[in-house]
T-cell receptor, first 113, second 113 residues
Framework: DVKVTQSSRYLVKRTGEKVFLECVQD?????MFWYRQDPGLGLRLIYF???????EKGDIPEGYSVSREKKERFSLILESASTNQTSMYLC????????????FGEGSWLTVV | QQQVKQSPQSLIVQKGGIPIINCAYE??????FPWYQQFPGKGPALLIA?????SEKKEGRFTISFNKSAKQFSLHIMDSQPGDSATYFC????????????FGTGTRLQVTL
């Protein structure tokens, strides 16, 4: 059974803190993604990685960075958290080719106070 | 710029009814159109997908209708059940972009008894 695991389901952080969201997949997928989900806005792509140490900006990369040191692990980093980054963050993975199923984790709820 | 527009934002139907969710896209290069289903507290999961070489695809009670000339596609749920209550997202991607999907804003469906 395919698995994308987001280690932290619920986090509360203070404004200005550095935040790490971790994601691990066990399917040997090339692609990994970080999406942000907000009511009325759907899922918006923050960053995408198609290989180890490779990354590409999505639609809303400002205020975020990512790290992919190993194929199975993709981290989202908020260098200095702000209240407008309070949201649900979804990690996902897929095989390389367009049209392959994207598998999502269960999400990390981040509240910045 | 929102490339995939989804409507309605929410929908309530009685058990046995046929909810219809509509999406419209702008980018004519899109060639893969999946629908994702998300239950509360879970990540989205692939429900059904279509490519533009066919006008309709059925999987069980779920049907996608696709109109290439109008740049529209829709999800129909036949004989809807309370267990279908979830949020539904349409999405689109194009060949050469790995599996990067552009999502609609989501439709919250409630099926009542």
């Amino acid at each position: 059974d395919v698995k994308v695991t987001q280690s932290s389901r619920y986090l509360v952080k203070r404004t200005g803190e550095k935040v790490f969201l971790e994601c691990v997949q066990d399917m040997d997928h090339e692609n990994m993604f970080w999406y942000r989900q907000d009511p009325g806005l759907g899922l918006r792509l923050i960053y995408f990685s198609y290989d180890v140490k490779m990354k590409e900006k999505g639609d809303i990369p400002e205020g975020y960075s990512v790290s992919r040191e190993k194929k199975e692990r993709f981290s989202l980093i908020l260098e200095s958290a702000s209240t407008n980054q309070t949201s649900m963050y979804l990690c996902a993975s897929s095989l390389w080719s367009s049209g392959n199923t994207i598998y999502f984790g269960e999400g990390s709820w981040l509240t910045v106070v | 710029q929102q490339q995939v527009k989804q409507s309605p934002q929410s929908l309530i139907v009685q058990k046995g009814g046929i909810p219809i969710i509509n999406c419209a896209y702008e980018n004519t290069a899109f060639d893969y159109f999946p629908w994702y289903q998300q239950f509360p507290g879970k990540g989205p999961a692939l429900l059904i997908a279509i490519r533009p070489d066919v006008s309709e695809k059925k999987e069980g009670r779920f049907t996608i209708s696709f109109n290439k000339s109008a740049k529209q596609f829709s999800l129909h749920i036949m004989d809807s059940q309370p267990g279908d209550s979830a949020t539904y997202f349409c999405a689109a991607s194009r060949t050469g972009t790995a599996s990067k999907l552009t999502f609609g804003t989501g439709t919250r469906l409630q099926v009542t008894l």
